[in-house]
């Protein structure tokens, strides 16, 4: 029932929104006016909201166009370290500990464990903390392979954060890479990304989706990750090492992570991490080379109670400055919880009055806006930065990814759900979600 809730609002909401294009673009095709009750005057209310989400727009194109122009700087910046380093960190030869923190995983940790044993440097250790389990994941996660250790770890509280510390107390490795229980990563993903780590207190990988054919929302999500994702590192990467860490495909130095404090049980570990090695002045690198393939959730329920999760913790991070004041990107980001329930009341307020005007045939009151030709060109533009960052990352098949993209700009509706569901959120347990939900892949 409670599923059912949030999948109706997210359906009211697409409702509204397709009532704001179809009205928006049936006054510009016949040049008529909307009449407006200016009695009601609430533009300087909503002049405010419109500011912040013009300016959050802009930030977005930023990001992409940097992307568009520093992809190459921040590949040259692997790419080099790689052949300045490579020869010390095959000499020195240190132990990297993978930790994987795995709840209720047996459909996918056997592969996932099987992949990690194709690593092209080969003194890892795998381990595998099986948290609270239920099911066979301890058993899927044991081999023969000495350099597999799975541990049975029983807590009464749950949470990554706790499996990550545990996982970490165990290691005996100079470096530790955090993997969820479904990553696969490209062979030489630690070969490729420990030179790096000679400069650098830590390095995200970049995420590839596993599952993009899986079904059409993992088709819109895998378009939400290209473009965000990926531009998002390579842009903190290019203007200022102040890169985040994703939650999964990551590689950072033990001792480092043991000065900051470990791993904390957050509901967004991977961005309060950041903000503690951020603060403490390290840097952290995207490392375009390795590769992270990751599942992305396959149907509404799973996506909107996997994003809550997140919302929740970003609505937590608010209470605290987690950024460098010198940090402007990184501020931006840490007030999105804000600006996107800001994005929802104003959304709210202009659907009601097109459907007000539906109805009774004018607009209940006056209102901040733009023009219907602004907001038409700034779309187009939008799209047109989008194909491309699409088609830089893929070529010719991201051609193919960009039909959907005018689907995947109304389908992020669904970030204003997550952010009202976000308040119903208590803990991880109650968001725990599931995987193995995979088909082979075109997106390499």
């Not at 809730?5 to 997210?10: E, G, L, T, V």
């Not at 122009?69 to 790689?82: F, P, T």
């Not at 923190?101 to 795998?126: P, S």
């Not at 994941?137 to 545990?166: C, M, W």
Request: hydrophobic share 45%; with cysteine; glycine share 6%.
């Amino acid at each position: 029932m409670k599923d059912k809730k949030w999948k109706f609002m997210y359906s009211v909401l697409l409702v509204i929104w397709l009532t704001v294009i179809l009205n928006t673009v049936y006054y510009w095709n016949t040049g008529n006016e909307i009449l407006i009750d200016t009695d009601v005057n609430l533009y300087y209310v909503t002049l405010l909201p419109l500011i912040i989400i013009i300016i959050y727009t802009a930030v977005t194109c930023f990001i992409l166009i940097t992307y568009l122009a520093m992809d190459k700087k921040v590949k040259s910046i692997q790419q080099k370290a790689y052949e300045n380093f490579k020869d010390a960190i095959i000499k020195k030869n240190s132990l990297c500990s993978i930790v994987i923190a795995a709840h209720n995983e047996d459909t996918v940790i056997k592969k996932t464990v099987t992949e990690l044993l194709k690593q092209t440097y080969q003194n890892t250790e795998i381990i595998v903390v099986c948290h609270n389990c239920s099911d066979n994941t301890f058993a899927e996660a044991s081999f023969q392979d000495p350099r597999v250790k799975p541990l049975d770890y029983k807590t009464k509280d749950s949470g990554k954060g706790i499996a990550l510390n545990y996982g970490v107390s165990k290691s005996q490795g100079e470096y530790i890479l955090v993997l969820d229980a479904d990553g696969i990563l490209s062979p030489d993903f630690v070969e490729k990304g420990l030179p790096l780590l000679e400069k650098y207190a830590a390095v995200q990988g970049r995420y590839v989706p596993s599952n993009r054919n899986y079904s059409f929302v993992t088709r819109l999500l895998s378009i939400e990750g290209d473009l965000w994702s990926t531009p998002y590192m390579t842009a903190r990467t290019a203007l200022d090492k102040r890169g985040g860490l994703g939650g999964t495909g990551y590689i950072l130095r033990k001792d480092i992570l043991q000065e900051v404090g470990g791993f904390t049980n957050h509901l967004v570990d991977d961005y309060e991490l950041t903000s503690r090695l951020l603060r403490k002045g390290y840097r952290i690198v995207f490392a375009p080379q390795c590769i992270n393939y990751d599942e992305k959730p396959p149907t509404i329920d799973i996506l909107l109670k996997q994003r809550a999760r997140w919302a929740k913790g970003f609505i937590d991070l608010l209470k605290n400055q987690v950024c460098e004041p010198t940090d402007i990107l990184g501020i931006i980001f840490w007030l999105s919880p804000i600006v996107i329930l800001t994005a929802l009341g104003l959304f709210l307020t202009i659907g009601f009055g097109m459907i007000f005007n539906l109805v009774f045939g004018y607009f209940p009151f006056n209102y901040a806006a733009i023009t219907i030709n602004q907001w038409l060109l700034l779309t187009a533009f939008i799209w047109v930065v989008q194909v491309t960052v699409l088609a830089k990352e893929y070529g010719w098949t991201g051609l193919k990814y960009a039909i959907f993209i005018p689907l995947y700009n109304s389908f992020v509706l669904y970030v204003f759900v997550v952010f009202v569901r976000a308040f119903t959120i208590k803990s991880w347990g109650a968001t725990k979600t599931t995987h193995g939900f995979t088909t082979k892949s075109n997106s390499v």
